[in-house]
Each structure stands twice: as structure tokens, then as C-alpha cells.
């Protein structure tokens, strides 16, 4: 007999959707999921089957027919569960651009849950009962803690250097070494920035030298600006020359141009950990007009970009229309208020996350490591676990340079490759990102919070089921 025959006569045998719709657990999947999200479902069921029915396989068929209510009930949640995912980040990459960058708080987190539910000051000034400023809420906070006379807060950084270029150099040149044309996370390149933001791009010097005569042999009637970008994520190492912040300050000053440093981090002071990141504090005492900096990477909050400096600066970029589109949301603000009073009280190496993990020696990390290991032995007894020396990131394009030391718990399982396993956790949930290298999966606790790690130990039991 022909195939498609028999397949023709085999769909016969399948429900129609108004069929499917009518059954007793699907009736109460529409009370859960809605009517039409569950009817999406057993369009998508019915279509496989049918896909099963067509190539003839009878026996295929009728399990499909079997478990239509099942396969609608798993479709729907599936269609329902939130894209954004909770991940234990084993990687030990501080600032993992692509999981979330730096986590919040709990003291944060908890004040974007306060504010987010209800209605907020946000425009409103509770003294006089007239608008207020959203602008207005961090500044005061933002000058305080780094010298500044005023700040503003974007999107992210991008969006503050944007700011700042179309407000201050559209239609003129912005000097900037070549040395610094740097590409950042793919989609953020200097030269695209410049180019959105109005500006004609003046390079100076060479990719590994530049001079402070190279930038005074480049002003002239058509600067609007003096750029310093910070090379996050790479070093040029060798033969190298770059001038003194002092004589940039003195050059822009004498040629009555601004001076922006686009920092990138958001180390606000000095660190000995992270000897050659620059510090904001440090460039606007220095007398650098506007620096902009991420509030997600060492500042340790939430997606945000810094703009402070002088005054007639950074209103002149408020003033901007553009400022529109890329202010902040009453989360944001929430969130990046918290970890900003976290950094004024002298206790963001123990408050902030990130600083937190950043500043874990081996030794501490050697101990958790010791007492995750011991935990599988009696959890997980299929694996085999051992202790390595290695090396963190800071992550987030700063630092690159800089190896923490750490202790990687090197997990290996007897019918499932380093590969396999690192899938089976990414599957879970909460899914667990770790390192594959040395044939084995590698955990790194640097980045894992100590409260998740009875859900990484139960992960690792139900990984390679
Ligand atoms: C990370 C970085 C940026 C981009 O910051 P976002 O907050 O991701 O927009 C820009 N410049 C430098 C120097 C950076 O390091």
C-alpha cells in the first residue's frame, strides 16, 4: 500500500483542535495560560502528530493521540516560563557581560522591589507638591563621592559618551589618539559612536604612541572636543607613549575645548587590586571636564552610564533632546541610589557583590571549594571531583591583564563528557554556567554566591541524569 495512503488514513484518527480544547485538563491549561496560549499549544501538538501520521507510523500515531494532553500541558508552560532565567555563574568572570554583568545587593534588589510596585517621588517634589526633577535624585549623591560639581545618569555608557559628543562636539572634530579607536562587547566601537553623536573623528599620534604634541599639532578652529577612551579590554604593551593627564587638561584648557574620559569601569577610587584601572575620582581631580563610566561593571549596580563633571557641561547635555531617549527608568535610579550609598559608607569591598567576589582571596576560596567537594562526595558519588589552582576574571572589558587567583573544583562524570555535563546544567534551573578546560568541567565558587550553593550541589546531582 502507499504510503501516503496510509498516512491519509491514519490522520483520520486525530482530534480536532475545538476536540482537544474541550478535555478536562486542557480546559483547566486555559484557566492557567489563557485560551489563546493554550490553543497555540495544541495547534503546535496536532502538527507534530500529524507530522508522525504522514511518514505512516501507526504505532508512533496513536502514542502521539495518547499523550496529546501531556504534550499541550508541557508546550503551554514551556511557552509561558520567562525568557529571563536565573543562572549560577561558576565561571568565575566577576563582570560576565553576557550573564548580567555585576549582581545587585540584597539591599538594592530590595529597593527596586519597593519602588517598582508602587508610585514614587520619581517627578514629584514632596516638599513644594510641585514636579520635580528625576535628574535631580542621584547628583547630589554622585558629586559627593567623586568630586564632582554635577552628574547625570543614561542608559548605559554608551549612551553617556553619545550624550556627550552630540552635545558637545556635533558638526566639529573630536581629537582622539588611534591608539584608543577601540571596539568594546562587538557592538560599541569609538569611531560609530563619534560618528552617530555628529562629530567628525581627528585621529592623532599612532596606534602604539601618542604625544602631547601630536594633539597640540591637531587643534586648531574645528575641535569640539578632546577624547580620552580607557582601553578596557586590551593592552598595548612595548613600545608605547601616551601623555600625562595633567598636560591633556592643560592643552584642552588652553584651546578652550571640553575634555572627555570616557573610563568605561566605574572605579570610583584607587584600587591595589586593580592597579591600572582609572579611578574617576583621580581624572576629575586632575581637571578632566566630564568623565562617563558604567554603572554595572566595578561600580557594582545596575545597567546605567555615569556622565559627571562641570556643571555647565553636564546641563548643557540635559538641556539635550536627545537626553530623552536615553535617561533612566525609577528602577534603575533605585537601584543605582543603593549601591551608591553602599560606596559613600566605606563599605562597598564587603557590600557590593562584585567587589565583594573580587576581593575573595585563594585561601577563602580554597575552603569553600574544600566543603563543595566534600558535599558531592556524599550528594553526587558518581562524580569525580578534585581540587586546581586557576585563575578568575574581572570581566566586563576592565582589567584584562589582572589573574585572581582562585581554586576550581573539577568535576568529572563517568558516562558524560566535560561538554555533556555543562550542557545538562545550562539546562536547568536555576541553570549553572561553568568553564569546560582540562577534561573536565571546571567550577570556579569565586562568583557563586555561598546561598546558592546547596542549588549548585543539587544541580550537579541531577546533571547527566
Ligand atoms: C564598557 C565600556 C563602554 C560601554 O559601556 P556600556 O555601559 O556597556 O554601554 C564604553 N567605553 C568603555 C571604555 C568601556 O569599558
Redesign the pocket.
Given at each position: 500500500m502507499p504510503k501516503g495512503r496510509a498516512g491519509g488514513e491514519l490522520l483520520r484518527r486525530l482530534p480536532s483542535v475545538d476536540q482537544v480544547l474541550e478535555g478536562s485538563s486542557v480546559r483547566e491549561l486555559c484557566v492557567r495560560h489563557g485560551r489563546a496560549a493554550v490553543r497555540r499549544a495544541v495547534r503546535e501538538t496536532l502538527a507534530a502528530a500529524r507530522g508522525i501520521g504522514r511518514a505512516g507510523d501507526e504505532a508512533g500515531l496513536e502514542a502521539a493521540v495518547a499523550a496529546i494532553p501531556a504534550e499541550v500541558a508541557r508546550r503551554a508552560a514551556r511557552a509561558a516560563a520567562p525568557s529571563l532565567r536565573r543562572v549560577i555563574n561558576a565561571t568565575g568572570v566577576v563582570v560576565h557581560t553576557n550573564l548580567g554583568r555585576a549582581p545587585l545587593s540584597e539591599a538594592a534588589a530590595r529597593r527596586v522591589a519597593e519602588l517598582a510596585a508602587g508610585y514614587s517621588n520619581l517627578e514629584y517634589d514632596l516638599g513644594s507638591g510641585r514636579r520635580g526633577l528625576r535628574e535631580a535624585h542621584l547628583e547630589a549623591r554622585l558629586g559627593a563621592l567623586l568630586g564632582a560639581e554635577a552628574a547625570l545618569v543614561a542608559n548605559?555608557?554608551?549612551?553617556a559618551?553619545l550624550l556627550a559628543v552630540d552635545t558637545l562636539a556635533a558638526g566639529r572634530e573630536v581629537l582622539i589618539s588611534r591608539g584608543e579607536l577601540v571596539e568594546?562587547?562587538g557592538s560599541?566601537r569609538i569611531p560609530d559612536v563619534l560618528q552617530k553623536g555628529g562629530a567628525r573623528l581627528r585621529e592623532v599620534g599612532t596606534t602604539n604612541r601618542t604625544r602631547i604634541g601630536d594633539y597640540e599639532a591637531a587643534v586648531g578652529p574645528e575641535s569640539g572636543l578632546l577624547l580620552r577612551?580607557?582601553r578596557?579590554n586590551f593592552e598595548i604593551v612595548g613600545f608605547t607613549a601616551s601623555p600625562r593627564l595633567g598636560d591633556l587638561v592643560e592643552l584642552a584648557g588652553r584651546a578652550g575645548i571640553p575634555f572627555v574620559e570616557?573610563?568605561?569601569?566605574g572605579l570610583l577610587e584607587p584600587s591595589p587590586l586593580l592597579p591600572r584601572e582609572p579611578a574617576a575620582r583621580t581624572s576629575l581631580e586632575a581637571g578632566v571636564d566630564l568623565v562617563t563610566f558604567?554603572g554595572?561593571?566595578l561600580l557594582g549596580g545596575p545597567?546605567a552610564?555615569v556622565a559627571a563633571g562641570r556643571r555647565h557641561v553636564v546641563d548643557a547635555m540635559r538641556r539635550n533632546p536627545l537626553y530623552r531617549a536615553l535617561r533612566v527608568d525609577k528602577m534603575t535610579l533605585a537601584a543605582l541610589d543603593a549601591v551608591l550609598v553602599d560606596h559613600a559608607s566605606g563599605e562597598a569591598a564587603a557590600r557590593v557583590p562584585a567587589l565583594r567576589m573580587l576581593a575573595l582571596d585563594a585561601e577563602a576560596l580554597r575552603s569553600r571549594s574544600a566543603g563543595l567537594a566534600t558535599a558531592l562526595e556524599t550528594g553526587a558519588p558518581e562524580l569525580v571531583v578534585e581540587l586546581r589552582a586557576g585563575r578568575s576574571a574581572v570581566g566586563?572589558?576592565?582589567a584584562p591583564a589582572v589573574e585572581l587567583p582562585t581554586v576550581l573544583v573539577a568535576v568529572r562524570h563517568p558516562d558524560c563528557s566535560p561538554d555533556a555535563l555543562a550542557r545538562s546544567l545550562r539546562a536547568g534551573d536555576p541553570a549553572v554556567a561553568a568553564r569546560v578546560g582540562e577534561g573536565a568541567l571546571l567550577l570556579d565558587l569565586r562568583t557563586v554566591d555561598p546561598g546558592e550553593e546547596p542549588a549548585l550541589i543539587r544541580a550537579l546531582r541531577l546533571a547527566c541524569p
Open positions: 548605559n555608557n554608551a549612551a559618551l568594546i562587547g560599541f577612551v580607557h578596557s570616557d573610563l568605561g569601569s558604567s554595572d561593571k545597567q552610564g566586563g572589558g576592565a
